[in-house]
């Protein structure tokens, strides 16, 4: 979820009135946003905070004080949705070369004329390009922006993509001019700037913009030309975005335009940039016609669980900025302005009637939906265990699932190859290389951190392990272990193994001391296993599958573990028990 | 009131014992409440019992609490030598002496001088003119000058003793002094009186009933010591679940009371289809970056995918369907295959939802699950890279927001939340969605305490579900509520390696206690 700063004066003021921090963040909860938090403004000498709101993540006509305040007004019935006009001058032009489908395909572009700024609006354009590009922009991998001073470069503009040794310019601020490689060296040393590098960095041509004078007016996306660096001055603005995505493109023009022509001379109105396309179709941007749609008013009601009528439908979602008519008592004619990019569906549109009618105004009614409810058995079955063993005197840990490789594999003396463990690709710490295949490791980096509690320490734990399993969908599955330890002054293997011989005695297994394959358990100690003291441990045998292992653990592990005493476990897969 | 030291100091060895510790305490006891002020010198010497003992069971008397207060005092004063003592114990030789001569017919002098001491003896005897010498016979004969005598000595004796006399100065014991029967002393010895929880009744007893006394029928007759029941008693060797699972429990059996079907949530790797694609979440989402997502590098992928909803999944995200016009955007069939560990349980929901849709008649149902999803966040003392997630959902026909407002109250009633208010939010595949949000009544605040919301049609319909069906759905993390139920404040303490086994041992049973019913 974005956030976004707004001097509360200047929120106010936009308004046309003030409210008190309680009652604007009742406005806030209304509405959908969240005044997270009141910052002092040092230089207003405690006369104005910032209010820092939390605004939804698909609303990018709301992450400026320009749009927040005009949806706040419509909202509010103190203003109407505006309409955006283009306007007719002979359009400023733009052509796209064929190197740049090798790298980032897509340009569009518009002129904002004879706008004015000031110190604070200036301020919320330079910010809500930065919100567009940390949020729909995907850090600018996605779409970049670029705004100019139109008075200071010559159209038409190209845009192409060229060797970065055969582009040199003047970055914005630089006092020098720079290679577009050593701009890559340059900007890696940056910040700010530097984690955009790697989007063009390998690639054997970046794309640039020029106009008709061989003046660079960015290198997208990573920096633009000073030459037409903009100032609270600047007249006349020229957007473009270069981008992968043309969709996302259009939006981000069309964000930038809405929210700041209010500035404009004529306000809303937009100098529309014919680009010609690499295949000389030539397309003009921006299209801020309205998408229009249907909607039927019942249906709004029986999704949302209200009873309004069309006209009060209607009323509802132009304070949400949706223009709708009545066409009869049960059609609304929705037109939906560009800056809400974010209605996809009929179910959007329905959303914005409950929100303006307010989700607290709605009765609430019980669903009548009667079903039997059912555990899932595998649970019932390890809630039942889970007891059985804490009954026995154990007490339940709860560790992780993830966990690094030796904790598996070289704590045991074993090859983490010969493991069939999931792998994480992008762990943030070395603890989280792996899913457990055991719950034993938790268990004993529990102990270790918990060497002063009194002796002896009796652990165990009921849950899921993740085993590669090529047979699966997935390529791996779950199984359901259960995993006791015992740790003392001496191993206490009897405990262990006592606590073996009571869950079978829980789950009605019988002991079959002929060590038969066809009923009952018993314990193999024919077997070697590296994690144990030798001749000290055995695999357990339910009706001839091997479902664990019970014994003494290796000293080595022990130590590696960060333990100092004895310690013996049980560990076994309870799915068959199910 | 037996008392059994009073005999002690005179009677025989054979009978009487030293008292036992509880009997000297109960008579100590008795003796300061008659006299509300006790000497322990005095006491000890009256009673003949050791004056450390006297001292030492009026210590263990402090012990057991509040009972007597202990003054130490010195004086100056006599005491017998050791050889006093044993003048206490036998006589004085002189009347010792005196008694070895007959009555009648006296005794010769050199067989009465064979008496341990009897020149001493005899020289005090004479000139206390207890006896006479005659000497016309040879050898001389001793006789009585008197019937009757009275061992002063001893009396004397015995009387600095029990520190009936203890002045130094005394004329009486100037001569004892002489004869070294009697030295200066220092005592140190306590003056003890009642204190605020004094009882007589502390008397230590025996200290069990014994299976022997029960046999014996002993028991009838013996004193039994007092239970302390200020102190803790010794907590039985016992096992325990963990605190979060013992709330998980109350969860589960809220949503069984509810009437909703436990969905199979064991399945911690899931592909991106199936976490992302199928819940209408965009693949340049953020929730996608390998930021927020543990990825798997073995297995990577996914190929087994339903190829028929596959392909309306596809459509709905990239061209728009069934009534979307989409996010218009090139959607990757090798996004959908990358493995990853689940980032939400609504992965599940999503694979129950669409074997519902397989069924050949819709029928409603209701779901939950409690278990553990994966997020590849930055930690804090709030965040773990793990974490439980609750959920709920219904699907049927034409369920309105409404309805979810009306289920949401009463899941949290049972939870003991009855003041709820909802907030407009956003979510990929909810739409309307709600945040929930419960007046904290110790916090006094408002508190989020989940999500919630109506799946998108762009979810639902792709499955096969009926256009007339909607699924209401609410889920949040079982650690937070936990967290603020026990005031703990970092996760680390709860759950993995460094969780404090202490407090899980000293946890309490889990009783979630839901609000009355409304009216």
Known sequence: MPTIGVKRSLLFKELGQTYTDKEFDQLCFDYGLELDDIEPIPESNGEDV?????????????????????????????????????????????????????????????????????????????????????????????????????????????????????????????????????????????????????????????????????????LPPLINGDHSKMSVKTKNIFIECTAVDAHKANVVLNTMLTMFAQYCSKPFEIEPVEVEQV???????????????????????????????????????????????????????????????????????????????????????????????????????????????????????????????????????????????????NPKTLEFQIGRTSLLPGLLKTIANNQGTALPIQLFEVSDVILKDASQEIG??????????????????????????????????????????????????????????????????????????????????????????????????????? | MSNSTENSASGTASITKEPTSSSLQNDLLLHLNTHNKLNTWSYANEHNIDHQLVIGTFRSIQSMGDIVRMEQETSRSIAPTDEGKILIDNGSYEYNLFQAVPADKGIEQPELMKLPNANIGFAKAMSNGWLEVDKSCKPAIVKRKVDNVHDEVKNLLMRIQSLQLSDPNAKEVVDLKKR???????????????????????????????????????????????????????????????????????????????????????????????????????????????????????????????????????????????????????????????????????????????????????????????????????????????????EGLIADYNLTLGDLIGILYEFFRKLGMTKLRFKPAYNPYTEPSMEIFSYHEGLKKWIEVGNSGMFRPEMLLPMGLPENVSVIAWGLSLERPTMILYGINNIRDLIGPKVDLEMCRENPICRVIPAKVEN
């Not at chain 1, 154990?394 to 190859?417: H, Y």
């Not at chain 2, 592909?271 to 590098?297: E, I, M």
């Open chain 1, 279 to 425: 295949d000389g179709k030539v397309i003009v941007y921006p299209d801020l016609s309205d998408r229009s749609q249907d909607v039927s008013v019942q249906k709004i009601n029986q999704r949302i669980g209200i009873n309004v009528n069309a006209d009060k439908a209607a009323e509802l979602l132009n304070r949400m900025c949706l223009r709708a008519n009545v066409i009869d008592s049960d059609t609304l004619r929705v037109d939906i302005p560009v800056t809400r990019a974010d209605i996809l569906h009929f179910c959007d549109i329905a959303e914005d009637c409950a929100v303006a009618y307010g989700f607290n105004n709605i009765i609430k009614t019980v669903p009548k939906t009667s079903c039997i409810g059912n555990q899932f058995e595998l649970n019932r079955v390890s809630d039942l265990l889970r007891h059985a063993v804490a009954e026995a005197g154990f007490m339940e840990a709860l560790t992780f699932t993830l966990c690094s490789c030796p904790d598996v594999a070289e704590k045991f003396g074993k090859k983490i190859e010969n493991i069939p463990a999931v792998h994480i690709a």
């Open chain 2, 180 to 390: 070294k029967l009697v030295k200066d002393d220092v005592v140190n010895y306590f003056i003890v009186t009642k204190s605020a929880g004094f009882s007589t009744n502390i008397a230590k007893g025996e200290a069990e009933l014994t299976a022997d006394m029960l046999q014996t029928g002993s028991w009838k007759s013996l004193n039994f010591k007092q239970y302390n029941f200020n102190a803790k008693g010794m907590i039985p060797s016992y096992g325990c679940l963990h605190p979060l699972l013992k709330v998980r429990t109350e969860y589960r059996q809220i949503f069984l009371e509810m009437g909703f079907t436990e969905m199979p949530t064991n399945n911690y790797v899931e592909n991106s289809f199936w976490n992302f694609d199928a819940l209408f979440t965009p693949q340049k989402h953020p929730a996608r970056d390998a930021q927020d997502t543990f990825f798997l590098s073995d297995p990577a992928i996914t190929t087994k995918l339903p190829t028929d909803y596959l392909e309306k999944v596809k459509q709905v995200h990239s061209t728009g369907a069934f009534g979307s016009i989409g996010y218009q955007y090139d959607w990757q069939l090798e996004e959908a295959q990358k493995n990853v560990l689940r980032t939400h349980t609504t992965a599940v929901s999503t694979r129950m939802l669409y074997k519902l849709a397989q069924e050949k008649t819709f029928r409603p149902a209701k779901y939950f699950s409690i278990d553990k999803v994966f997020r590849n966040e930055n930690l804090d003392a709030t965040h773990l890279a793990e974490f439980h997630q609750i």
């Open chain 1, 476 to 578: 791996c599955r779950n199984e359901r272990h259960l995993c006791a330890v015992f740790y003392n002054k001496t191993p206490g293997f009897e405990t262990i193994h006592g606590l073996l011989d009571r869950v079978m005695t829980s789950l009605k297994v019988t002991y079959n001391e002929n060590r038969t394959n066809d009923k009952g358990y018993y314990l193999n100690n024919e077997c070697e296993d590296s994690a144990f003291f030798p001749g000290r441990h055995a695999q357990v045998m339910v009706c001839g599958a091997n479902i664990g292992v019970v014994g003494v653990l290796h000293p080595n592990v022990i130590e590696n573990f960060g333990l100092r005493l004895p310690c013996s476990i049980l560990e076994i897969n309870i799915e068959s028990f199910v």
């Open chain 1, 50 to 218: 910032e209010y820092k709101i939390e605004i939804p993540a698909n609303r990018y006509d709301i992450l400026c004080l320009e749009g927040l305040s005009r949806a706040l007004k419509i909202f509010l019935k103190k203003a109407e949705i505006p309409k955006f006009t283009l306007s007719n001058q002979k359009f400023i032009r733009m052509k796209i070369l064929p190197n740049t489908q090798r790298i980032r395909p897509i340009v569009v572009g518009a002129v904002l004329r004879n706008i004015t700024f000031d110190a604070d609006s200036y301020n919320s354009f330079i910010k809500l390009q930065d919100k567009l590009h940390q949020n729909l922009c995907r850090n600018r991998t996605l779409v970049a922006i670029g705004t100019h001073d139109l008075d200071t470069i010559q159209q038409p503009f190209v845009y192409d993509a060229r060797e970065p040794q055969q582009i040199k310019f003047r970055s914005l601020n630089q006092k020098i001019e720079m290679r577009a490689d050593e701009m890559m060296e340059f900007y890696l040393k940056d910040t700010h700037l530097k984690r955009y590098v790697s989007i063009i960095q390998d690639s054997d041509v970046y794309p640039v913009i020029y106009d008709s004078n061989n003046v660079v007016l960015s």
